[in-house]
Each structure stands twice: as C-alpha cells, then as structure tokens.
C-alpha cells in the first residue's frame, strides 16, 4: 500500500456532557489516490468520526494524521487552516451558502488555505473550468447558489471541494438527496475527478449498493466502536 | 470576499435587517435631533437679547432683573428713579439708554412702557432688530404695538381698541384710555413676542387719576388735557445700555453697581443669562439623556435580531467552519455585520435628520421662534455616529461570542 493521506490510530473519544459514552477507533487509514466507502446508520458515530478527521473535535487519546501531519499537535487556528489545505468537504445536502454566488462559494476554501490557492492558479478560471467539467451550465457562476437545483448545488459542492486540488476529500452521504440517475451521474463525475488528480475519497453512507464503485468498503462497525463504559 | 459574503447575507435577510436598520436609523435622528433642538433652544435663549451691553434696575438678584426686565417673569420690588437714569444716560460712556416700565398687563400678557427707541436698540439673534409687520411704530400716546403671540391669541388687528388692566392680576382698567393698535410685530421667538407696547408718557398718562394704586373716585381728567400735560414719569422699571465702547462696559457696570444716590445693580445680559440656562437646561439634559436610551433600546434590539438569527444560521456557521473558517472569524462576521447594520442605521439617520430640519425648520420657526440652523454634521455629532457604530460592536459580541461557542461545539457536521 502506498503512503496513507490519512490514518487513525488508537483514537478515543469522549463527548463531553454524556459521561459514559466513548468512541474508539482502534486503526483506520486511507491510501493516497484510494476511494474508501464507509457504511454506517445513524446513531453510529459517523459523524463524530467525520469531526475527528477533520480537526474539528480532538480525541481525548490516540492520533490522527493527515498527510503526514498529526493535526491534534496543531493549534486550534492551524488546524482549521491545515483542514483548509488538505481536505475538501462535502455535506449532505445544504453544502452552500444560499446568498452566495456560485463562484463566491467555490472559491470559499481558498480564502483560508494560501497554498491550495496557489495549487488552484488564477482561481476564477479554476472555478469554471471545474464547473464546465462538472457538467454545470455556462456562466453559472455568477448566479446565486440559492438558484440552484439540488443536483446542481452537490455538483457545485464538488467543484469546491475539488478546487487546488486537496488530497482528501470527504463525502457525507453526498448522494442521498438526489434520485437514483442523479446518483449515479454524480459518482461519475466525482470519480473521474478524483481520480485524474489521485486524490483520496473517503464518503459515508448508509447504501451498501454504492460499494462496487469503491476500492474499498468498511463498515463502521468493525473500525469503530461506541462503548458504554461504567465511569 | 468575507466582507462581500457578509453583506451578502445581510441582504438576504432584508426584511429584519431593514427593520433593525431602520430601529437604529430612527433613534439616531431623535437623538441628533434632540441634540439639536437642546442647541437651537440654547442659542435662542442666549440671543433673547443681543447688542445690549447692561440692564439696569433696583438691586436685586442679577436673574430676577433679567427674568422681570427681558422675559417679563415676576415683578421688581423697587423701580429706578427718574434722576438716577437721567444720571446714567448723562453720562459719556453711555451710548444709548432705554427705559422700560412694566407693572401693567392686558389679558395675560404684560403691558411694557418704552420709546421707540426700544424697536432701534433691543437685538435679538445676532443683531436682528424688532420689526412691525402690520401698521407702524405708536405715534400717540395712547397707540400701542402688540407682538405677534398678543396678535394671535386675542385676534386683534390694526386699529383695534383695547384696554389696559392695572396691575398684573387684577380686575380694575384702565377703561377711562382705551388705546388703539397702531400695529403688530414679526414673529421674534423672544418675550417681545407676548408683550404689549406703549410708550413711556402712556404708562403715566393712564395713571394720572390714580393714586397709590387705586382710582381716586370721580376724577377722570379728559384725555385732551392728559396729552397737554407733562407726562416725565417719577420712575421706571428698568433700563437697556448700550455703551459706547465695549471696554468701558465693566468701568460702567461697577459705577452703577456703587452708585451712592441710590442702590442700583446693573448686569450683563450674557452672563444672566447663562446662569439662567443653567437653572432651565437641566430639563434639556433629561430630554437628551431619554433619547440616549432610545438608541440604547434599539442597539439591544439589533443584538436581539442577531441572536435569533443565530439558530437558522447554524447552517451558515458550519459551512464556514468546514471550509477552514476559524471561530474566531465567525464572530468576527457576526462583529461585522453588527457594525454594518450600525453604521447605515446611524448615516440614515444623520439623512432622516436633514430632511426632517429642512421639512420642520421654517415651521419650527415661525410657530417657536426657535431656530435650528442646517449645518455639516459638527464634530459631536461625528461622535455620536461613531459611539453607535461602536456601541453596535460591543453589544453584537454578546450574540458572536454565543455563536463562536457554538461553532467550536458543532464542529462543522451539524445534524440535519
């Protein structure tokens, strides 16, 4: 296996106020350039492991690197840049700031990461160039967000976190919102630009049928485990 | 590109980010706009009476002969001798002398004796002079000009008859000398504006028959032998000076003021009169320090908007935060959008004052006789705006400081 963007190892995790309840993530990680699809239900921790591989919320134990950097050694201001530089976030659904344009909201992530704004060159040109990849109508990008269909705001979300090019991008069920055609052109279209930038694709879902597409399928359930301790 | 988005928000939301604008902009203008009153109000008040340089009368208290002689409040309790004025009018550093005799009224307005010398001398704002607007200047000794409020209220025009009461509240006149309007005076804002004028020898010329206050019984002398008559009178109520040169005034009020044929007390009208605003102004300062609250009210009612905006906004915050926003710069965008909301609120209404000054400022002068100059915004009231602008800061980092909280405990997945 090549280098890891992203590893977890010996992570534990308490939230704060529900004395009892920890998460442990014994080892996770993810190869450069490989997509790896996590299948979870709700109430499984999904999102709580999302905000620990971002840098979002620290673990109480272990470490979590990206790209070779233990981020919990990070300050809190560094950390949010480092997630800047290195990850592209994608959400569910409501990825974009609705008042905004569509270029407004691509270009969001480079105005906190200078060296992915560099990678991204004349970064409006980036923007509709990724756009016009991406299969969104011409001149998009001056248009409100809030104009959007939903199927074109996901595909909007994916422009920005593609733009400069991270090595990680993070999907949170990216795909539930659209119908089944959608779907599937959207997974098209964000594998084939994963993978001509060798980026790495970390999604949740709670949808096994999406597997077949993905190097690698894990659930959950065997790499993280909630525990109800006595304490 | 954050300012940009920032507004951007801002006017997504225009509906209750125009009224807490708005809320802000309304206060702004009643405060400036109180501030401005309190001055106009202040400076009329100074130019009650200007270009008279001492106001002479029995000794008292300097306000007393200020409030009985100009704004013909109470009555004095000694008159000035005929003597002692022909004294202070002999002498050479006296320019000018007008007699005033007060004691009389007409309705509820006082009745003032003078000569017409009066209508050359008393100034008010800044060297106006008193002007008729109707008919002219008494030209008999039983003429009479009426200021404008006297005209208003009792709906009396040129040529009109009215009679004299003796006293200031009393139920005997001087129905024996009627006196006729011979006309009206401009709209001033000053006292002149409630008296009723005649001349000098009409004060005496309706006290002939009297003694000790009181008619003597079956005596009326005719009027054409009251104008043969010699009508000097023994006293007078007080007298405005003017002196020949500024320097000399101080050298005339103490010769006045150690005069030894009589006690005397002269003044300085300026001076009076700022010890006066200082009894008066007290309401002024409550006035403004009540619409101080005003903008106070409407500063919390902007931090209440943001916070309730800050729930539906969580969204907005996270999306932020997942794109490498630190908390730190939410609430420096929530800090932001406060003082965007202060700032228009507060030029809006330095606008709103403007056309209300340009709408009111005739009315208000014609009605009050206050006049509220329209003027680039002073320094103070750049302060004012500024303490707004502000002001909307600190009280917006009540809601910032709530949503850096929650930004740093939501992380950037917020449950949908």
Redesign the interface.
Known sequence: MSEAVLTLSNVGYRWPGRAGFALTVPDLAVALGESVLLLGESGSGKSTLLSLICGAILPDSGVVSIAGTEISSLSGGARDRYRAEQIGVIFQQFNLLPFGTVSDNILLPLRFAPARRKRAGVALAEATQLCATLGLPEGVGSEKASALSVGQQQRVAVARALIGHPPLIIADEPTSALDANSQAAFLDLLFAQTQTHQTSLLMVSHDPRLGERFDRVINIEDIAKIARSAS | ??F??AI??L??RTLTVGMTVLAIALSVALFLGVEKVRNGAKSSFADTISGTDLIVGARSGSVQLLLYSVFRIGSATNNLSWESYQDIAARPDVEWIVPISLGDSHRQFRVMGTTTAFFEHYKYRQGRSVKVSEGALMDDVFDTVIGADVAAALVYSVDDSIVVAHGLASFTEHKDQPFRVSGILEKTGTPVDRTVIVSLEAIEAIHVDWQSGAQLPGKATPLDVIREMDLTPQAVTAALVGVESPLQTFALQRAINDYSEEPLLAILPGVALQELWGIVGIAETALLAVSAMVVVTALIGMMATIFSSLNERR??MA???????????ILGMLVLEAVVMAAIGALLGLAFLYIGLAIAQPIVDSTFGLWLPIEMPSMQEVWVILAVVGAGAIVSLVPALRAYRMSVAD???V??
């Open positions: 590109m954050i940009r988005l951007a928000s006017l997504a969204r907005e999306i932020y935060r997942a794109m490498g926003a630190r908390p730190v710069t992380g950037m997945m449950k949908t």
